[in-house]
Structures are given as C-alpha cells and as structure tokens.
C-alpha cells in the first residue's frame, strides 16, 4: 500500500511554472507506475501525465503536451509535476495516483489517491 501526499500548488500568473510533488510512504513506491490527475470546478477529472515505475517511460494529454514534465525520484520516494507556460485553463485540483498495471489514461487504472493539490492560473 502507498500513501500520497501532494503538495507545491499556488497562484500563478498565465505563463508562469510550478513543480508539483507527490510524497509516497511505504516502500513500495519504485514499483507502481504513477499519474497525475486534475479535476476543475464542474468539470470530470482528466488525465495530465504518468510515469512507468522505471521512468524511462512517459504519457501526456494532449493538453499539456511540451508545457508539462513529469519525473520521478525513487530513492526519495517522489514524483514531480514540472508545469511551465501555464495556462487559465490548467487551474483545478490536481492528484496523484498509483497505477495498477491496467490503462495509464483512466481514473480505472489507478489505485492509493493523493488527496489534491490546488493550482490556480490567473489571466
């Protein structure tokens, strides 16, 4: 089992960064793939990044394709959201998950949510 924590959220002008991280507990983390999600005010949860548990292999939406980095550190069991060129549309809430082994895309895929992190983009 692995527990989440995120934290490194905040106001930020359009065009500015931030670097989420995703602390994990337990010694588990260096063997599950890890996501991020992010879910804005009346809107589904979405899909942003993820990680294989190696990080040699990376996933983008879309969306943030070229703006957005994610990485990992398992000898200090956590994982970053590197967000540059930020944009109104990327404020929401923003999680971090375990994946467990199924699709890297879907909310399904994923196990031991992190309980959010708030990002905020003003215009």
């Known amino acids: 089992q692995v527990q989440l924590v995120e934290s490194g959220g905040g106001l930020v002008q359009a065009g500015g960064s931030l670097r989420l991280s995703c602390a994990a507990s337990g010694r588990t983390f260096s063997s599950y793939g890890m996501g991020w999600f992010r879910q804005a005010p009346g809107k589904e949860r979405e899909f942003v990044a993820a990680?294989?548990?190696?990080?040699?292999?990376?996933y983008y939406a879309d969306s943030v394709k070229g703006r957005f980095t994610i990485s990992r550190d398992n000898a200090k069991n956590t994982l970053y959201l590197q967000m540059n060129s930020l944009k109104p549309e990327d404020t929401a809430v923003y999680r971090c998950?375990?994946?467990?082994?199924?699709?890297?895309?879907?909310?399904?895929?994923?196990?031991?949510w992190g309980q959010g992190t708030q990002v905020t983009v003003s215009s």
């Open positions: 990680i294989s548990w190696s990080g040699a292999t990376t």
């Open positions: 998950a375990a994946n467990l082994g199924s699709s890297w895309r879907r909310e399904s895929g994923y196990g031991y």
